[in-house]
């Protein structure tokens, strides 16, 4: 029961009498003026709002039951390397005093995982998003601007300046970079003891933007260290920000996507980055078979200060993300809770018609 | 009335002391005094508020004074002062934005004023200085200067009129401008002066003029000029309003006149009134901010919990200060006192959206904006006075959907005004009025036996009588000079009642001509002229009663003929002769005329000396004058002879029985206060069904208390008695009273003004504290009330005793006279009628209209619609607000409670003023939830919204939970949707301003599609604005975040918006959050719909049965007012 009621009731000629010399002050006879412009008025009833939970219901449980069975199909497996239990291999690395420690826990894959697969590295209790840790970058710095490049904003106080240097790149996002490198290795068959290396690739993981435009190194024709000469190395780091991937130019630098991906500051305290991607190689083959393989830890970052954990993740990834069940359950339910209200309404707004003979009452 | 008193107490009282004396021309009287020099202020006048150097520092001041920008210019000055998580941006660019608007706008209103005051000030005006004409500018005009006005120009200050073109001395006036009567009104000069007409003689003129100093009231002046002609001795006469000409009226039908300026500038009368109405604050403004405290308490409790909960997860030092988050050193050491402190204000800064500055811009905006629907409406218009409604004031819009009570004014509101001359008794024989030639006065009506005619004399003495005693002018067409005999005139008077009465006059065959120095010119039957010449008037006052003229014929007889109530003449004529006149009194009344009685007494040469010296002495004082002219006349008007009484009629306004009705229907309480006497009063309430013939009426006038000897006991007793009746008849449930109404009995009380005022003012104080208490009792359970003989200052009464019940009711006051003025300042919303009592009323009163049966529509449909409309902003406005702020208060619990806003500062700041405000506006402008044509027809509707329904704990405990809820789907569905690695098909990850984008998306078209669920009255605007604005939002994300912007320090949002919209998971994921979140809404809409299903035919079976047994239709006693198809509801 929508109805389009135009109430415009101009009856076309001017308003006021013709000729009228005299000035009446006779008010427009405007539709808007007397508050009767043409208006579509619409009417829930029942009998529209009904199907509109039918509907509702329709289409969201198909696409529930999709996301939730693709959802489904999505391979992840989460390794905690934080080495709190002693038992862990990791566990020698929490001491203070060891400098460089490397560490290999064991895991196995009991399905094969396809298509591309990517490795998170996960971080707990890491507030990323606290706000004097969100603030404390200079994104003019990051951008190459030579002027922020000698002397960084204010923003990134107390890690500023050292050694009465600018620090390249300032701040506290960027001194806490994330610096555990992470070797995936498959153990081929229990015969062979030389496990496989798996490929990782390292570029690929920032956003395009990010690495293209809002990330740039200082302008000039000189090498990378040439540029960043008058600068210091942030407190926390072991090698300056021109050494993060002395092999490749694309990726070294403020443009280094480790560094990017870091930079992206997560939403929540317990969050992951993408590290690295393991592309497939052919159809014929997974891209990780089901097995036996390691992780090779350099074991630099310390988590334990903060109660925090360190996990490495491969997950394989669909149309939707990652694996996700909560949209999936989500739109079954609002789904079916719409779809049965429906039905609830139905027999209530039938009853109702059947007690009283009137057609549906407008407002 | 009020206003008066405090005008007078505020415009400085010490300077009141006492007289001015003012020298006419200047020149200074030799030898009689010295000449002292008394300082006036120049003719400048300043109504503008500012100047250029002082405009911004007392523009914001005045500004700041308001409590809600006061409050955000505090954040605003915290955010500046404290490290704050959001810029001062995003609180200072509002702030600067409603600021500068207002200031811009009040800058322009001044400058216009500035312009006004300038063109006034400077324009040209002739004084005689030296027996020359010498042209100055306004302003330069000095008390004591001779000023010169021609035809059609206004007064520059107020002048004492010294002399005309005219012989008579007389100038015509129009005080349009000044209070809006546009008819002309005569004003005299000093008969010793009237022969200056030229520069040189009026050079010549010593004279001095003592008056009072200024004061505010137009209609009083009080003042003695004395003239020194050759000799010393001074001619000393009296001056009164008559003399005196204000600034801003308009000189008419004259070429020119001289004046003395005795106020100046701002001490004009005009200037003195020129002030603002005291504010009026309406019932959703006290809502408002009730919520404010409300939110207010939020927001601390919001911030209190915040900074506590932070100390308490900071307490583990690895919180407080991992290795990779350090503080800088200032912040290491500071106090932690203040830190605790600064913390605190940060998180009220964080969540101080919640109060939203742009809803008092929009509160404003659709109040100005919404006032012109009244203005506009063309059933407001009325083709006879040319107008429509005027709106005086946009604040009080809503509270026309308010209102509880309803006090009306009898005389020309709800009766037309217009007087037609119906019959005349002339010592107990009827007339009726024919317009036969000559001999009119035989014609008769016939069946009843005492209908033969009276003695002649008797007849041309009454109608002498009425062609004498008023004080209508002549205003001819064409000339100026003398009245021309035909139709080239108009009768014009104050009070149509007088113009009534001498037309009524002149088709019995005596024609009153007009008025000339100080003779009163009168064609009697017989086509001869007779002259008499006036000696005294004593004006109609609502106090008197009455109003005398004392005549000398031109025999020399001295004769005083009074007419007025019959009250107020009964008691002063010879008791015998009242017997046959009374009679015709009371049946003219109770046919719902107006009656006047007519006396006479012929005053002996002797006594009139005596009494002549009386008045003139009256007449000379400065002080009082009024009151002893009173005084004298009161003892002149004793055993007077009665000669008559009159009955005009004052007919019903068109549909004016249907406007009660409907306001009946509407469960308002209508009121009818009048000064008029009871039996014409209570037969125009039955006429216009106030009364039905059902209603059982109960009676507190002197009729009833009389009986008793003592006055008070009878009065206690019949109180008594009509609240056993009244509470019998309703059990103690005053909360179903609208629906008692329409079962039971249906009492109305009639009261007159001395009984109310021996109820108000009784001499015990306990008692009557008690009588009151009793009186309003019964009041409340009455559904209709007539208080007639009211003064105007009984009516303010009534409306206060009203306001002030339990529950403060909403009170409405419609009346279109000078004497309802008081009621209409008094009452919550005081409506004028632009009638034909002048303008006074229309010009106090908030709103305007042509005539009582307009109010209909503006309290039922426009109030309605008003009240909805802001109702639902008010509340929307916070519920968006809440949504808003939630999600980042929720955001602390995963941030370290380190007040990390989860929206950009630009979302922040946009959010109120683009993203969400102009839906909400269209809204507020053009919603019809029900439409206009319904809500005419079914003034119940209006019940619906009584008692600010909309605004009350429910609806807003219902708003506040819905946003509640939202906010927290909002925040917790996002926080489900990044428990993954990715959301995005290449498995790159996002950030937190992604979450607080999608957040902020959400919240954006969730709040907008529940406005558009809402709205009911989808015009092409209301398209336009709600898609508009969502449009808006994706044009301005995508622009926000496609350009590194280089006055920007960090770079946020670069791309955060498209890459957002990159990922299927999170449309998917935006469509099920705002589906959600709309969720409750839509089936609160569709349980209403069946509720409201069944109530229609509850209703419907009701209505059937009820119009079976319908009412007997009422019979009105004025059949000629209305049609019979009115009495179809």
């Known amino acids: ?363 | 009335m009020f206003r008066r008193t405090l005008n007078r107490l505020c415009a400085g009282e010490e300077k009141r002391v006492g007289t001015r004396t003012v020298f006419v021309g200047n020149h200074p009287i030799s030898g009689t005094e010295p000449y002292i020099a008394q300082r006036f202020c120049d003719n400048r006048i300043v109504s503008s508020k500012y100047t250029l150097w002082n405009f911004l520092p007392k523009n914001l001041f005045e500004q700041f004074r308001r409590i809600a920008n006061f409050y955000f210019l505090i954040i605003f000055l915290v955010q500046v002062t404290v490290d704050t998580p959001t810029s001062p941006v995003t609180s200072g660019l509002p702030l600067f934005f409603v600021i500068t608007v207002t200031a811009i706008k009040q800058g322009y209103e001044d400058w216009l004023r500035h312009r006004a005051d300038n063109e006034v000030n400077k324009s040209a005006v002739y004084i005689i200085e030296n027996a020359k004409r010498v042209r100055k500018e306004s302003e330069k005009i000095k008390v004591g200067d001779v000023v010169e006005v021609q035809a059609n120009e206004t007064f520059p200050c107020d002048l004492i009129l010294l002399s005309s073109c005219t012989t008579d001395g007389t100038c015509y006036v129009t005080t349009a401008s000044l209070d809006g009567e546009s008819n002309c009104k005569t004003h005299y000069a000093v008969r010793d002066t009237i022969a200056l007409c030229t520069a040189e003689s009026i050079d010549n003129l010593r004279a001095t003029i003592e008056c009072e100093q200024p004061q505010p009231d137009l209609y009083r002046f009080v003042g003695r000029i004395s003239i020194y002609s050759n000799s010393i001795e001074a001619v000393a006469r009296s001056l009164g309003p008559e003399n005196l000409l204000l600034k801003g009226a308009t000189l008419k039908n004259t070429k020119k006149i001289y004046g003395v300026a005795v106020y100046t500038g701002m001490e004009t009368k005009m200037a003195l009134n020129y002030q603002g109405k005291s504010q009026k604050c309406s019932a959703v403004e006290k809502s408002i901010n009730a919520f404010l405290i409300v939110y207010l308490f939020i927001l601390l409790t919001k911030a209190a919990v915040c900074t506590t909960l932070k100390y308490v997860w900071q307490s583990s030092p690895y919180n407080d200060e991992p290795w990779y988050n350090q503080k800088t050193q200032k912040e290491r050491e500071t106090f932690q006192v203040l830190k605790m402190f600064t913390d605190f204000l940060s998180f009220m800064v964080l969540f101080n959206f919640i109060i939203p500055v742009s809803m008092y811009v929009t509160v404003e905006m659709q109040k100005f904006l919404g006032s012109f629907f009244i203005s506009w409406d063309k059933d407001f218009f009325d083709e006879e006075i040319n107008e429509g409604a005027l709106v005086n004031t946009s604040d009080l819009n809503e509270e026309l959907g308010q209102v509880d009570y309803v006090f009306t004014d009898k005389t020309g509101t709800l009766t037309e005004n217009s007087m037609e001359f119906i019959e005349c008794c002339i010592d107990g024989h009827k007339y009726k009025g024919t317009t036969q030639e000559v001999d009119g006065l035989s014609q008769t009506d016939g069946p009843l036996a005492y209908f033969d005619k009276a003695d002649k004399n008797r007849e041309a003495l009454f109608l002498r009588a009425l062609c004498l005693c008023h004080t209508v002018e002549m205003k001819t067409n064409d000339d100026v000079d003398g009245p021309v005999e035909g139709a080239g005139f108009t009768y014009i008077s104050s009070s149509p009642d007088e113009i009534a009465l001498v037309k009524g006059a002149k088709r019995f065959g005596f024609t009153f001509l007009g008025n000339q120095n100080g003779y009163i010119r009168v064609e009697n039957q017989r086509k001869e002229i007779e002259e008499y010449e006036l000696l005294h008037t004593l004006n109609f006052d609502s106090v008197r009663r009455r109003m005398s003229v004392i005549v000398r014929t031109q025999k020399g007889d001295i004769l005083l003929f009074c007419k007025g109530a019959d009250s107020s003449i009964f008691p002063r004529v010879h008791s015998h002769q009242i017997e046959l006149t009374k009679d015709h009194v009371e049946r003219n009344a109770m046919d719902g005329y107006r009656t006047l009685c007519v006396a006479f007494k012929e005053i002996p040469p002797d006594d009139f000396e005596r009494i002549n010296a009386q008045l003139v002495e009256a007449k000379m004082a400065l002080q009082d004058r009024e009151e002893k002219l009173e005084k004298v006349f009161d003892e002149i008007e004793t055993n007077m002879n009665l000669i008559g009484a009159t009955a005009v009629e004052d007919k019903l306004q068109d549909q004016a029985a249907e406007t009660i009705e409907a306001l009946h229907a509407a469960g308002l309480k209508v009121w009818v206060l009048t000064g008029d006497k009871m039996e014409t009063a209570k037969s125009t309430c039955y006429a216009c069904r106030l009364f039905q013939t059902n209603t059982e009426l109960l009676e507190l006038t002197t009729k009833t208390i009389e009986e008793s000897e003592r006055k008070e006991d009878r009065l206690h007793e019949l109180l008594i008695e009509y609240r056993k009746k009244l509470l019998h008849e309703f059990p103690k449930s005053t909360r179903s009273l609208k629906k008692a109404w329409t079962e039971h009995q249906e009492y109305g009380l009639i009261i007159d003004g001395s009984t109310l005022s021996l109820i108000l003012n009784s001499s015990q104080d306990c008692s009557s504290n008690n009588y009151k208490s009793i009186f309003l009792q019964i009041c409340m359970k009455c559904t209709a009330v007539l208080c007639c003989r009211m003064a105007p200052l009984q009516k303010a009464q009534i409306v206060r005793m009203v306001k002030n019940l339990k529950g403060s009711p909403i009170t409405l006051s419609i009346g279109d006279g000078a004497n309802d003025v008081s009621m209409i300042l008094e009452s919550h919303v005081g409506i004028g009628i632009k009638g034909k009592e002048g303008r006074q009323a229309a010009r106090n009163s908030d709103y305007s209209v042509p005539k009582f049966k307009h109010l209909k529509k503006l309290l039922l449909v426009h109030g309605h619609l008003y009240y909805v409309r802001i109702a639902h902003l008010v509340q929307y406005f916070f519920y968006k607000n809440l949504c808003f702020i939630l999600p980042q208060f929720l955001y602390q619990f995963f941030c370290g409670f380190s007040q990390q806003p989860l929206y950009d500062a630009a979302y922040l700041t946009m959010y109120n003023i683009c993203f969400t405000s102009l839906p909400i506006l269209a809204y507020s402008l053009l919603e019809q939830h029900i439409n206009i044509d319904t809500l005419t027809a079914d003034p119940r509707l209006y019940m619906k919204i009584t008692g600010n329904a909309m605004l009350q704990l429910g609806p807003f405990l219902h708003w506040t939970f819905l946003a509640a809820f939202e906010g927290t789907v909002f925040f917790f569905g996002t926080y489900f949707l990044f428990q993954t690695s990715s959301l995005e098909d290449n498995g790159k990850i996002y950030g937190n301003w992604t979450f607080g984008t999608i957040v902020f998306t959400v919240l954006v078209f969730t709040v907008t599609l529940k406005l558009a669920l809402d709205t009911r009255f989808w015009t092409w605007i209301n398209h336009f604005v709600i898609w508009g604005s969502l449009a808006f939002y994706v044009f301005f994300s995508f622009f926000w975040g496609g350009i590194i912007w280089p006055f920007l320090k960090q770079q946020r949002m670069y791309f955060v918006f498209a890459q957002m919209l990159c990922s299927v998971s999170t449309w998917l994921a935006i469509i099920l959050l705002i589906f959600i979140s709309l969720f409750p809404e839509i089936l609160l809409i569709v349980v209403k719909n069946v509720r409201r299903r069944s109530a229609r035919r509850n209703l419907s079976c009701r209505r059937a049965s009820d119009s079976l047994s319908a009412r007997p239709s009422v019979r009105p006693l004025l059949l000629r007012t209305f049609s019979d198809e009115s009495n179809i509801l």
Request: charged share 20%.
């Open chain 1, 1 to 363: 029961a929508m109805n389009y009621s135009a109430k415009d009731e101009v009856d076309g000629g001017p308003a006021g009498p013709p000729g009228g010399a005299a000035k009446t002050r006779r008010p427009d006879n405007t539709a808007f003026k007397q508050q009767r412009l043409p208006a579509w008025q619409p009417i829930l009833t029942a009998g529209t709002v009904l199907p509109t939970f039918f509907i509702i219901g329709l289409i969201f449980i198909p696409i529930g039951i999709g996301i939730f069975v693709t959802s489904n199909n999505i391979r992840e497996i989460e390794i905690d390397y934080t080495g709190t239990e002693p038992s862990s291999p990791c566990n020698k690395c929490l001491s203070p005093n060891v400098t460089s420690c490397a560490c290999t826990i064991n895991f196995t894959l009991k399905q094969s995982f396809e298509g591309n697969v990517f490795m998170y590295y996960g971080l707990s209790n890491f507030y990323q998003n606290h706000r004097r840790y969100v603030k404390s970058r200079d994104d003019s710095q990051l951008n190459g601007d030579p002027s922020a490049l000698l002397n960084p904003s204010k923003e990134c106080e107390p890690y500023r300046r050292n050694e009465d240097r600018p620090i390249a790149p300032c701040g506290a996002i960027a001194n806490s970079m994330f610096n555990d490198t992470l070797e995936l290795y498959l153990v081929a068959n229990e015969s062979d003891p030389k496990p496989i290396p798996i490929p990782l690739k390292k570029k690929g993981i920032a956003w395009w933007t990010d690495k293209n435009v809002k990330f740039r190194n200082p302008p000039g024709k000189e090498s990378l260290e040439e540029k960043f000469k008058d600068t210091i190395k942030p407190v926390n780091w072991h090698k300056a920000v021109y050494e993060l991937d002395p092999e490749d130019e694309s990726n070294n630098g403020f443009i280094n996507e480790d560094f990017i991906v870091w930079m992206r500051t997560a939403a929540l305290p317990t969050f992951r980055k993408l590290y690295r991607l393991i592309e497939r190689r052919d159809d014929l083959h997974p891209t990780l078979p089901a097995g036996q393989y390691f992780l090779n830890i350099t074991y630099n970052y310390p988590v334990h200060s903060f109660d925090g954990r360190k996990r490495m993740i491969l997950s394989t990834i669909s149309w939707m993300g990652g694996k996700n069940p909560f949209l999936g359950i989500a739109y079954i339910t609002i789904g079916s809770i719409s779809f049965l209200l429906g039905v609830v309404l139905l027999v209530i707004n039938h009853k109702y018609r059947n007690s009283s003979n009137t057609a549906d009452i407008t407002i």
